[in-house]
């Protein structure tokens, strides 16, 4: 799950598994294509406040998720449908930009929402071994975005199931929700709604 207040309206996304998630991100150009006056993001500032985050992977190219996890979880079969590649085609150079423009690693910066990402997946040793489904949903991911927000001051939270080892299923998730849904209010006390 992720939560998105952008003013006064506030977004959630939910992963269904087996599929990438379901995320918008919107630049200023994408601003300016928007011609339904309906959409609220046709009217609205589209600054993130913060992101809750369930699993996530914080890239979805195959390039950095090979470097991060290793294995062969960069190989899934969803990512070949997503940038309708062949995992021996994301090395050249003729299909660097479509792959880096959902690297999201790369748009860290000091304007970044700060980040709470939680992961039911154990640590597992990250060995060229990885199962791809544990590795896909690995906290790895979470690290990854963790150094790169703490180099630019942004806040970034990053909880496992280590953290509780005496729950498990729905006690562990609700336990999860529970500290996001303090992180979220936390994050929208501290900025003043604009209307």
């Keep these: ?36 006056p309906c959409l609220p ?20 190219d195959p390039r950095a998720i090979r470097s991060i996890i290793g294995g062969m979880t960069w190989t899934l079969p969803a990512f070949q449908k997503l940038y309708r590649l062949k995992p021996e ?3 050249l150079t003729e299909n660097a930009a479509r792959l880096d423009a959902l690297s999201m690693l790369d748009w860290v910066d000091k304007n970044s929402p700060p980040f709470f ?4 997946t154990a640590d597992y040793p ?10 896909i949903h690995h906290p790895a991911f979470g690290r990854a975005l963790k150094s790169r927000l703490d180099a630019v001051g942004i806040e970034c939270i ?5 953290d509780h ?3 498990e299923g729905t ?14 209010l936390r994050q929208f006390r501290q900025v003043s709604p604009v209307y």
């Design 1 to 36: 799950m992720a939560a998105i207040r952008v003013r006064s309206w506030i977004s959630t996304g939910r992963m269904v598994p087996n599929l990438l998630p379901r995320m918008s991100i919107f630049t200023e150009a994408d601003l300016r294509r928007v011609t339904n």
């Design 126 to 135: 990250l060995t060229k071994d990885l199962d791809i489904n544990r590795g």
């Design 89 to 91: 085609e994301y090395d």
């Design 165 to 167: 080892p005496s729950l």
């Design 117 to 120: 990402l939680w992961n039911q």
């Design 171 to 184: 006690e562990l998730d609700k336990s999860f929700l529970a500290e996001a849904g303090d992180f979220i």
């Design 158 to 162: 990053l909880r496992g199931c280590e």
């Design 41 to 60: 993001i046709a009217r609205i500032s589209t600054r993130v406040t913060c992101v809750a985050a369930k699993q996530a992977q914080t890239t979805l």
